[in-house]
């Protein structure tokens, strides 16, 4: 089962440290659409200095559809402080949850970049997918518990997304390729993302598109098994790779590379570090 733990509000960085925008910047009805259609479990923490609610926080609290754990803190906080509280409620709920057998719990947050607790950080190569314009989630019109019930019948579709990105991960580390468009594992993705497309135009008429990034861990001794490391880093420093809707139209890009970037220690050996999503705003050609 895939999991996520995600902050209830946006987090911003400023020059005096963190903070959160409560105006925009917490989660709307589209943003916990999103996480029910393409997680099986979610969690959002919260703190005993400030608490952001969350749409229809209520009912699926009381379902057991989403956890809202409070983690408690001592001390005095103020200003951009109480920003931090909100991430280090987020990674304490990590390290208790990173144990887990039955759930592959991972980070996420609605950034440009993961923010993570200073304390929290290491500095390593990752893999990052960028899913541009292609995750649709039905508009606000629709009752959050036709897409419980929409879920839970077209599981299989929603879910594959994950697999299958593990899958292109796996064959790049296997037999790296810089044409991408050759690899088995890009035809699977862009049927994964047809598929989702479809089912969802079956039952709901207006959507809006998310971005996703994921960042993945780079594991060297398999790595060492198949190519020189810098040939892996030099063929996959930005590619974009268009994504063919079921229209048969350009509308979404699929973007690779290796980079140096901060991720949350705790989940250093673990394949899938971290989750970044945004409702997409921009038209891509």
């Known amino acids: 089962m ?3 733990i995600a902050t209830a509000a946006q987090i911003n960085i400023q020059s005096n440290g963190f903070s ?14 999103y996480f029910l259609l ?19 926080e209520k009912d699926l609290v009381e379902s057991n559809i989403i956890e809202r754990p409070i983690v408690s803190f001592q001390g005095s906080f103020n200003g951009s402080e109480l920003g ?19 759930v592959d ?19 390593k190569r990752i893999f990052k997918f960028e899913l541009m314009n292609i995750l649709p989630v039905p508009n606000d019109d629709v009752p959050i518990y036709d897409i419980i019930e929409f879920k839970e019948r077209r599981k299989d579709e929603f879910l594959s997304l994950h697999d299958t990105l593990d899958e292109l991960y796996f064959e790049i580390l296997k037999s790296p390729d810089p ?16 598929n989702i497309e479809r089912v969802q135009k079956e039952k709901f008429k207006s959507f809006t598109k998310y971005d996703l990034s994921i960042e993945m861990n780079i594991n060297g001794k398999d790595i060492l098994k198949g190519i020189a490391y810098v040939d892996l880093i030099n063929w996959y420093s930005g590619i974009h790779v268009p994504i ?42």
């Open 2 to 4: 895939r999991g996520i």
């Open 20 to 33: 959160i925008d409560t105006r925009n910047g917490g989660l709307s009805e589209n943003d916990v659409k």
């Open 38 to 56: 393409y997680w099986d479990k979610i969690i959002i923490p919260a703190n005993n200095f400030i608490y952001v609610g969350v749409p229809f």
């Open 84 to 102: 931090k509280a909100i991430l280090y409620g987020e990674s304490k709920i990590v390290e208790e949850k990173i144990q887990d057998k039955e």
């Open 105 to 123: 719990w991972t980070i996420h947050q609605f950034n440009n970049q993961i923010v993570l607790p200073d304390d929290k950080i290491v500095k």
């Open 179 to 194: 044409d991408l468009m050759q690899l088995k594992a890009i035809k699977n993705l862009q049927e994964t993302i047809n």
């Open 244 to 285: 063919v809707t079921i229209l048969g139209t350009i509308a979404s890009l699929f973007k690779i590379s290796i980079k140096k970037a901060n991720t949350f220690s705790p989940l250093d050996n673990k394949l899938n570090l971290a989750y970044l999503s945004k409702a997409h705003t921009e038209k891509i050609i």
